[in-house]
Nanobody, 124 residues
Framework: QVQLVESGGGLVQAGGSLSLSCVASGRTLRAGAMVWFRQAPGKERAFVAGITWALGRAIYGDSVKGRFTISRDNAKSTVYLHMNKLRPEDTATYYC?????????????????WGQGTQVTVSS
């Protein structure tokens, strides 16, 4: 069982930056990897990025490549999502989850045990 707590969301203007955190507790390292997803109102939960605990190998969704960076701090059991050049279409609730697979599934339905999420709103 993995417990997840996301934080760091807020309101930012287009072109700005924001960093999110996900603190994981429980059987996190056995999961192998952590992922970020986001969900806008009326839309499916969409894959954003993933990272492995061991080597820090990262993978990104096409819409965020070159703008977002995922990182992790194993000592703190924390995964970060650094978001730059934000766009209004990045507005969503952002969630983290643990993945036992690599590359991680990009379908949110394959995950259970989400955190409560953190809201990111980008104004134009």
């Amino acid at each position: 069982q993995v417990q997840l707590v996301e934080s760091g969301g807020g309101l930012v203007q287009a072109g700005g930056s924001l960093s999110l955190s996900c603190v994981a507790s429980g059987r996190t390292l056995r999961a192998g990897a952590m992922v970020w997803f986001r969900q806008a109102p009326g839309k499916e939960r969409a894959f954003v990025a993933g990272i492995t605990w061991a080597l820090g190998r990262a993978i990104y969704g096409d819409s965020v490549k070159g703008r977002f960076t995922i990182s992790r701090d194993n000592a703190k059991s924390t995964v970060y999502l650094h978001m730059n050049k934000l766009r209004p279409e990045d507005t969503a609730t952002y969630y983290c989850a643990a993945s036992g697979k690599w590359p991680p599934p990009t379908n949110g339905r394959e995950y259970n045990g989400w955190g409560q999420g953190t809201q990111v709103t980008v104004s134009s």
